[in-house]
């Protein structure tokens, strides 16, 4: 039998012989880790394989089936320490580091725990802790962006906040299992300078972790993995479900969202705080009796939240959705209370074809307002919403020519860049002689709205012209 036991105490032990080693503060010193291997010899035995275990701490042993997993323990140990030595060394920079732990006992492929490493550029008494995000609530923008998670460390006011996110295939019983499971790696990334045995306190936002219920998970071809989940929330302090489409490739961000009563998605209301944006805007139109208002061109039909929305809301214009997955619009039809009919229509097709093609055609549609709400597979570009063939000029002449002389056109950005939002605006400002922004306090959904000078706008939007020039 071949046991590998890490020994933290010997790591800590100071060598009085070594005059360098006690010129250093106790934090400032690297203890890389410390093995012992005891080998137990036993009588051999038919058919019986060497034992293997690794016992990471005092408390845990864990049985391998081969030497190349507990080499591998080893050294994933290893790197773990090189990994926290390095960033409580470093200088504090303005982005926050993450480290995704996954689960060795575990089949399942996802990090167990995400946790981010935020740390506040001024002084501060209170020094460190951690903070459980329950689960269902980490798409919230102050858990999910940088500018969240740093908010939610200035107002705990500690020098350094871990946030954890809990990984949506795991299983977690209570927070204080989670703060049991990982105590250790938590001390090992306090900040330089605190006492090796400081408690550190973990917070949440109350005592439950587990706050999401699976409703379904499948594959597309064009979408990749997904769910639908529910996450039940507080609102007004009374409990609200909230069903939500997620793609895994980007799981922070919800691309659907309905609120359920008594079992039943809520037709009258909408969750996503964008397309309220974008119906107030609407609202503003209807009020201005702008005459251009009977037909609208939703690009990126989802769950079909918004589609749903408009429809019950105003019966009688015409609603056309655009997905590009056949897959999104069976699950609108049955998570999400999408129901086509003559005025609320689902069209199969790319959102770039579909209005390209539209307007080189004559006698084509022509809207009275188009809303763009497509998301973007790749994270690398900063952008997740619209895809960047969506952000081209002549994309947008097209969707211009798809309007009607009154009409006008929303586009749901999702931008971190403030270079590349200037470029969209400044490229819209080319087709559009009006184009508005309006930021949403606590998302990072930004709504454009462009139109012609020619529509004869509310107050509020005419107001907003001054602005534009400068
Ligand atoms: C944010 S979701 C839309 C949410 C939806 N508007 C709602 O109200 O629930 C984005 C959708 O755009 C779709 N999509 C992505 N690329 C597309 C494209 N090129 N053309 C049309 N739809 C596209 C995705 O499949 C996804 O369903």
Request: with cysteine.
């Amino acid at each position: 039998m071949i046991r590998v036991c890490r020994c933290e105490e010997a790591e800590h032990q100071e060598d009085p012989t070594d005059l360098k080693q006690k010129k250093q503060s106790a934090s400032s010193r690297f203890p890389f880790p410390v093995f012992t291997v005891v080998c137990t010899k036993f009588k051999k035995m038919e058919r019986i394989t060497p034992l293997l275990e690794f016992c990471p701490d005092e408390k845990n042993i864990e049985r391998l089936s081969s030497v190349d997993q507990l080499k591998e323990r080893v050294r994933s140990v290893q790197h773990f320490a090189t990994l926290c030595h390095q960033i409580s060394h470093d200088e504090k920079t303005s982005q926050d580091v993450f480290i995704e732990l996954m689960d060795p006992k575990s089949l399942k492929k996802t990090p167990k725990y995400t946790l981010f490493i935020v740390d506040r550029q001024c002084k501060s008494a209170q020094k460190f802790a951690a903070f459980v995000v329950p689960q269902g609530r980490e798409t919230d923008w102050l858990f999910s962006s940088h500018e969240g998670r740093r908010q939610l460390a200035d107002s705990a006011k500690f020098q350094r906040l871990l946030v954890i996110h809990l990984g949506r295939d795991h299983q977690f019983d209570s927070l204080d299992s989670v703060q049991t499971e990982l105590a250790g790696i938590v001390s090992s990334l306090q900040p330089q300078g605190l006492p090796a045995n400081t408690q550190i306190p973990f917070l949440s936002l109350g005592a439950q972790v587990n706050q999401r219920k699976e409703i379904y998970r499948a594959a597309s071809e064009s979408t990749g993995d997904y769910v639908i989940e529910e996450v039940e929330e507080e609102n007004d302090g009374k409990p609200v479900i909230l069903r939500r489409l997620i793609f895994l490739s980007n799981p922070n961000v919800i691309q659907s969202e309905a609120r359920m009563k008594n079992g039943k998605v809520d037709l009258k209301h909408l969750a996503c705080q964008h397309h309220l944006v974008m119906v107030e805007e609407l609202r503003q139109h209807l009020d201005a009796k702008n005459p251009a208002l009977s037909s609208i061109l939703v690009l990126g039909l989802g769950g079909g939240a918004l589609c749903t929305y408009l429809h019950q809301a105003y019966p009688h214009f015409k609603v056309d959705g655009v997905e590009i997955d056949p897959i999104m619009v069976e699950l609108a039809e049955k998570y999400f209370g999408f129901k086509p009919s003559e005025n609320l229509r689902p069209h199969i097709a790319d959102g770039l074809a579909f209005v390209r093609d539209l307007a080189a055609t004559e006698s084509g549609e022509r809207y009275g307002c188009i809303m763009l709400d497509v998301d973007c597979k790749d994270r690398s570009l900063g952008i997740s919403c619209p895809p960047p063939s969506f952000l081209d000029s002549n994309f947008i002449g097209s969707v211009k020519q798809c309007l009607n002389p009154h009409g006008f056109f929303f586009m749901n950005l999702v931008c971190r860049d403030e270079t590349k939002r200037n470029n969209v605006m400044e490229m819209l400002r080319k087709s559009f002689e009006i184009v508005q922004m309006r930021k949403i306090k606590g998302e990072v959904n930004e709504i454009i709205r462009c139109h012609p000078l020619a529509l004869s706008t509310p107050a509020k939007a005419r107001n907003g012209r001054k602005s534009l020039k400068k």
